[in-house]
């Protein structure tokens, strides 16, 4: 029996297992370059018809159809009254029997309001629970591609993590049970066929503080759909370990002594930060709450950055910035619903037809409707998560150049964009400030000062980060560990301590 460390991140997510000496990492992704790290989006699909509309929209729609008749009804009864000789009265007492039977066919009704709805039924209209219940799962590559082909034959869930802390309505909470559930059931089948053995421990990692304005309410509800979601995954143990305290339990290794490190790992979604006294006399030790001496996180991650990049310089191109034919700026908030993917119900407003409809009047009045016209194009075909995904994409391509050319050509054949790192940089300019606040605030909270500094996540691996943390702690050594493994290696060393 093996217990294995899950680091389910908001953009990636990576399995280990640790045998005390050495990490091996699952493979969960064939399709992509680094089969050991696979993205956390889900793509629910349906190949063929899409399933048979909720039980009391039927009935809303039944109703709907019954009050039809029941008018015709009256008006027949009317006319009946008003009948001039026993032929006309015959007509409307025998039209008058037909529609009673038709007011009380519930099966015929039925059949006919299914009808109805299945016509203009589309995936955007079914509840986040009927598409877990009833779609398909592809997971990382093979998903994201497939919804790239066919995004109107099922829905993306571009990052399940950023909607555990939210505030949930009607069966949303089960379907993200359900979605990561299946996630997670996927990774232990993973790690049950390379490990060839059973896996029913897990040490899950989680942030300091998940995404969403709830505080310490949506901390719990996101730890109970985890949990939850990892007993319907067939795990028998599971356990919890802060995000920063993993990725310290990895550099732990490398260290000779007794030594304070900071530790700031900033990945996708949200930033983790630990003051943690490491040592390797305490490498063993399953319980260290007492070497923590100070945590900090917040819901400030790379997907923000890549939202930014496209306010601040994909937008002005989409007529973000000008302004109506009378000279008032067309509403700004346009481009923010159009980037919102971390908040389905306005996600879905934003999709929505009067909102289409809206962007059209506003295009027929605009200054500049031409470019208006790619805004309405992202909002009718739902391209809002390819679109977040290209400026994630130009955000890591900045990372190694100094100016791209972001194409963007499905959404126009021609249309493309061009960002340089200054453009990067402006962009970040209110993002670095809360982070390296978020820092500064852990530092305070430390009772005594750190000795060494690790930077870990995803995001430290752009130049304009690591540069503005390193400026604001010039004094600190840095240890050198991996942007993407340190906190999946971490959990994997704490899930073999719980197996000893
Ligand atoms: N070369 C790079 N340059 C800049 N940013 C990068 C680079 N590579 C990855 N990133 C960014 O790092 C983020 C993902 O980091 P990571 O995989 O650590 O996050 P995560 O663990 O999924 O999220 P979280 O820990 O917040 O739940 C993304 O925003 C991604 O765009
Ligand atoms: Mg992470």
Redesign the pocket.
Same mark, same amino acid.
């Given at each position: 029996m093996a217990a294995i460390g899950i680091?389910y991140?908001?953009?990636?997510s990576e399995v280990v297992y640790f045998d005390g000496q050495q990490h091996q990492f699952i493979e969960l992704d064939p399709l992509s370059p680094t089969p050991c790290k696979i993205r956390?989006s889900v793509f629910v699909h349906y190949t063929d018809d899409l399933p048979l509309p909720d039980a009391n929209l039927v009935e809303d729609k039944v109703a709907q159809l019954q009050r039809a008749i029941k008018t015709k009804l009256d008006k027949a009864k009317e006319s009946y009254y008003q009948a001039k000789d026993p032929r006309e009265e015959k007509i409307f007492s025998d039209r008058i029997d037909s529609l009673r039977g038709d007011f009380h066919n519930r099966p015929a009704l039925q059949q006919h309001a299914i009808h109805i709805l299945m016509e203009d039924m589309t995936v955007q209209d079914l509840s986040l629970s009927k598409l877990v219940e009833t779609g398909e799962f592809l997971f990382g590559e093979a998903g994201f591609s497939r919804y790239l082909k066919n995004p109107d034959k099922g829905r993306l869930i571009y990052s399940p993590?950023n909607f555990l802390g939210a505030s949930l309505f009607g069966g949303q909470q089960d379907a993200f049970i359900g979605i990561i559930g299946k996630q997670l059931s996927y990774f232990r089948e993973c790690a049950e066929k390379q490990l060839n053995t059973k896996v029913t421990t897990a040490v899950i990692g989680r942030?300091v503080r998940f995404h969403g304005t709830r505080g310490e309410q949506g901390n719990e509800q996101a730890l109970t759909i985890m949990r939850a979601a990892a007993m319907a995954a067939g795990f028998e143990q599971v356990e919890f370990l802060q995000?920063p305290i993993a990725a310290a339990y990895n550099i732990e290794r490398q260290l000779t002594e007794s030594t304070n490190v900071l530790v700031v790992?900033i !990945? #996708?979604?949200?930033t983790d930060i630990c003051c943690i006294q490491l040592s390797p006399q305490q490498l063993t030790q399953l319980d260290r709450r007492g070497d923590v001496h100070s945590v900090t996180g917040t819901r400030i !991650? #790379?997907?923000e950055?890549?939202k930014n990049l496209i306010t601040k310089t994909i937008a002005p191109t989409m007529g973000d910035g000008t302004t109506f034919s009378h000279g008032l700026p067309i509403p700004p908030t346009y481009f923010s619903d159009m980037c919102a993917v971390d908040n389905i119900p306005r996600l879905n407003n934003f999709f929505s037809e009067e909102y289409g409809l809206e962007i059209a009047q506003t295009m027929s009045v605009a200054s500049h409707p031409e470019l208006l016209k790619r805004l309405r194009i992202v909002q009718e075909q739902k391209l809002s998560a390819r679109l977040v995904n290209s400026a994630?994409l130009a955000?890591?391509m900045l990372?190694d150049k100094s100016h791209i050319i972001l194409p963007l050509k499905y959404i126009q054949d021609d249309y493309q964009v061009s960002i340089s790192t200054d453009d990067l940089r402006r962009s970040m300019t209110s993002w670095l400030h809360r982070v390296k606040r978020l820092i500064t605030e852990c530092l305070d909270a430390s009772p005594q000062p750190p000795q060494m500094l690790f930077i870990t996540?995803?995001?430290s691996?752009?130049p304009i980060v690591r540069q503005e943390i390193l400026d604001l702690l010039p004094d600190l050594p840095l240890m050198e560990g991996d942007?993407?493994n340190s906190?999946c290696q971490g959990l994997g060393i704490q899930a073999s301590k719980l197996n000893q």
């Open positions: 680091d991140g908001t953009s990636n956390s993590k942030p995000e790992d !990945g #996708g979604g949200t !991650g #790379g997907m950055c890549d994630r955000k890591e990372s996540g995803g995001m691996l752009s942007a993407f906190v």
